[in-house]
């Protein structure tokens, strides 16, 4: 899996990703941006909220679950000093059809949780990250 993100102007990028799928990134007005895209510390929520949404919505159709309506809240709270790291992050669960199982949405939480989001997973567990550089002489 790769990503590439490619300086458009000010402090707008445009994310791509192996899928061949892309996003725009941006900042605030305050620091440089134009607020036209996301901000990347609100990308890693939206993985996250992602990776465990697509996961609970397989599990509960395996359930035979009668999903009429399903949301994600996830709220983190950042550090106001650099690197503005998130120190906490809340997952809100919002299950809505006919006759959901409470037992079932508890066990398909913690599944995604503890066995099969791998953005979770890497998030809590880390990653080594390596970096390298080039420059290009015009």
Known sequence: ?????????????????S?????VLDADHEVGGEDTGMRPSELLLIAL????AMDIISILKKKKQDVKHFEI??????????P??????V???VVKGKDIDIEAVKRAVEISM???CSVKATIE????????????DE
């Open 125 to 136: 567990n880390g990653v080594p990250i390596e970096h390298t550089y080039k420059i290009i």
């Open 73 to 82: 809240n996830v709220r983190g709270d950042k550090a106001t000093t650099h």
């Open 1 to 17: 899996m790769d990503a590439k993100l490619t300086w458009v102007d000010a402090m707008r990028f445009v994310g791509e990703a």
């Open 84 to 89: 503005k790291r998130f120190n906490n992050i």
């Open 91 to 93: 997952i809100e669960y």
């Open 49 to 52: 909220g992602g990776c465990s």
């Open 19 to 23: 899928s061949g799928h892309a996003i």
């Open 114 to 116: 503890t066995k099969y």
